[in-house]
């Protein structure tokens, strides 16, 4: 069994910054690609950004210059690091691990609350 947890959110202010990690452990037999959804109060959940088995990555455009994702080497744990946070950037942040098509996982989700 596959399990994803997500860890590292909390409260910040606007401007600041916050690092997200999500750990995958289990009897992952295959990683296609990691990814990190958000899902804002009353809003339906929205991809934030991925990264490839190869490395690629990708970023919505309202994230894009601000937050970078990245893995460590085993690459069982994925990053994301928040920059320039504001109050649009308050969500549920989901970590979803992508085994192969049609086969995903994803985490329980963490709070960031950007607020002064």
């Known amino acids: 069994q596959v399990q994803v947890a997500e860890s590292g959110g909390g409260l910040v202010q606007p401007g600041g910054s916050l690092r997200l990690s999500c750990a995958a452990s289990?009897?992952?037999?295959?990683?296609?690609?990691m990814a990190w959804y958000r899902q804002a109060p009353g809003k339906e959940r929205e991809w934030v950004a991925s990264i490839r088995g190869g490395g690629t990555t990708d970023y919505a455009d309202s994230v894009k210059g601000r937050f970078r994702i990245s893995r460590n080497s085993a690459q069982s744990t994925v990053y994301l690091q928040m920059n320039s946070l504001n109050s649009e950037d308050t969500a549920v942040y989901y970590c979803?691990?992508?085994?192969?098509?049609?086969?995903?996982?994803w985490g329980k989700g963490i709070l960031v609350t950007v607020s002064s």
């Open positions: 979803n691990l992508i085994a192969a098509p049609g086969l995903q996982y």
């Open positions: 289990g009897r992952i037999l295959s990683m296609s690609a």
